[in-house]
């Protein structure tokens, strides 16, 4: 029995069209976001612009080859012996022979993408170096695991996956170069409010944080930051909250059905809306049409 994980004999930029585990794509970013399951990975790539693997869980894997450029870096790699994350920029050669006894999260940044995504922390570079970081960052161990556990779920929340996605390489790249990625948090930003009029005229669409970013004239990893600061909570939790208020007005109304009204809210589907409903009600929307709020 095959018990690869992820096997790339040879190829060229990214891995995830080589691996079968769950993955989200951002067709804004182009950011992927892979949840590798336990088992073998062997990997041989090309001109693999950045990418990171996060191991959240104090499951080591065995790491028999790891090298950037003919660099041996296993000594270098924390993760083999706690819950951490290792992040490679660049390089024309990359080689990984290991075996995983936990799931890993990995994050794929396309080539020229970094500086649009993560502006701040990028600090106007003409590029990173060629290299690896290895940190136990307690913050990006925590993100990688909140992505992790979401994604091993199936049917992934585009806005929570990206937003934490944004958040973990944002955390890394400012760990890489020294500039931190928390904005100011007093006072008012006009952009913010563009953003909640946004959220509000597109709430039955697929919305995206990098998409929002971009109606507000923000960077993704600046917006989700600068509106957590000035709204008080996740630009995914605000999204869920006005999706479910609408829920609520529509399911009094008792025009349309509970899948047409998950469509008009912008769930994925009724099983989403009613998790999300419940958990900010209380109720199921089912047992909503019999009772008053």
């Known amino acids: 029995m095959d018990d690869y994980a992820l ?58 080859r790891l090298t950037l450029d003919g660099q041996d870096l296993r000594d270098r790699s924390l993760v083999k012996s706690q819950p951490a994350f290792d992040l490679f920029t660049g390089g024309s050669e990359h080689e990984v022979s290991a075996s995983n006894r936990g799931w890993h999260l990995m994050v794929e940044v396309p080539k020229g993408t970094l500086p649009d995504i993560v502006p701040e922390a990028w600090d106007d570079r003409d590029r990173l170096d060629v290299g690896m970081v290895s940190s136990a960052d307690p913050v990006a161990v925590q993100l990688g695991r909140l992505a992790l556990d979401h994604l091993r779920q199936g049917a992934a929340d585009r806005l929570y996956v990206e937003g934490l996605s944004i958040a973990l390489t944002a955390r890394a790249v400012g760990l890489l170069t020294g500039r931190g990625d928390t904005p100011p948090t007093g006072g008012t930003d006009k952009r913010i409010a563009r953003a909640v009029d946004f959220i509000e005229a597109h709430i039955a669409d697929d919305l995206s944080v990098a998409g929002i970013a971009r109606n507000a004239a923000m960077s993704p990893s600046w917006f989700a930051a600068s509106f957590r600061g000035q709204m008080g909570r996740s630009v995914h939790a605000y999204v869920m909250e006005r999706r479910c208020e609408r829920a609520r007005l529509l399911i009094a109304e008792q025009r349309l059905s509970l899948a047409q009204i998950a469509v008009e809210c912008g769930f994925a589907h009724q099983a989403h809306m009613g998790r999300a409903f419940k958990r900010r009600f209380g109720v199921t929307p089912a047992r909503a049409r019999t009772v008053i709020f």
């Open 7 to 64: 096997n790339v004999p040879d190829g060229a930029e990214a891995f995830a069209p080589h691996a079968s585990p769950r993955a989200h794509v951002c067709p804004v970013t182009r950011m992927t976001v892979t949840a590798l399951p336990p088992g073998r990975v062997k990997v041989r790539m090309h001109d693999v612009p950045f990418f990171m693997t996060v191991a959240p869980t104090p499951h080591r894997p065995r790491i028999d």
